[in-house]
């Protein structure tokens, strides 16, 4: 039986492993790739790369963002750290808030 804890086992996952994964696991991955498809080397967002990452990915949930200010409010709400990029975790909260927010929306109905 294998003992690694997931987190470390995620990092050596291959195409191969991902038919192995539950469906929740599937969408990390999911949200992962996403992350870095917007991010630079770096592995974090800059405020285009967030626009752009909200408006392509998460239109349905999020109005687009059309105004800077409305974009400078998103970025410095999620740049916890004040570098003016947004790493992996920031970005999962974002992920989470809005998750949140839409099973909220589901009760509504």
């Given at each position: 039986?294998d003992?690694?804890?997931?987190?470390?086992?995620?990092a050596?996952?291959s195409?191969?492993?991902?038919?192995?994964?539950?469906?929740?696991?599937?969408?990390?991955?999911?949200?992962?790739?996403?992350?870095?498809?917007?991010?630079?080397?770096?592995?974090k967002l800059?405020?285009?790369?967030?626009?752009?990452?909200?408006?392509?990915?998460?239109?349905?949930?999020?109005?687009?963002i059309?105004?800077?200010?409305?974009?400078?409010?998103?970025f410095?709400?999620?740049?916890?750290?004040?570098?003016?990029?947004?790493?992996?975790?920031?970005?999962?909260?974002?992920?989470?808030?809005?998750?949140?927010a839409?099973?909220?929306?589901?009760?509504?109905?």
């Open positions: 039986m003992n690694t804890p997931k987190q470390g086992r995620t050596m996952l195409v191969d492993d991902r038919q192995d994964l539950t469906e929740l696991e599937n969408s990390m991955v999911n949200i992962i790739k996403i992350f870095h498809s917007y991010s630079g080397e770096n592995c800059r405020k285009g790369d967030l626009k752009e990452l909200i408006n392509t990915q998460l239109s349905t949930f999020v109005k687009q059309q105004d800077s200010e409305t974009l400078d409010i998103i410095t709400d999620l740049d916890e750290n004040h570098d003016q990029e947004i790493d992996f975790s920031e970005y999962a909260a974002l992920i989470a808030m809005v998750t949140s839409c099973h909220k929306s589901f009760h509504e109905d």
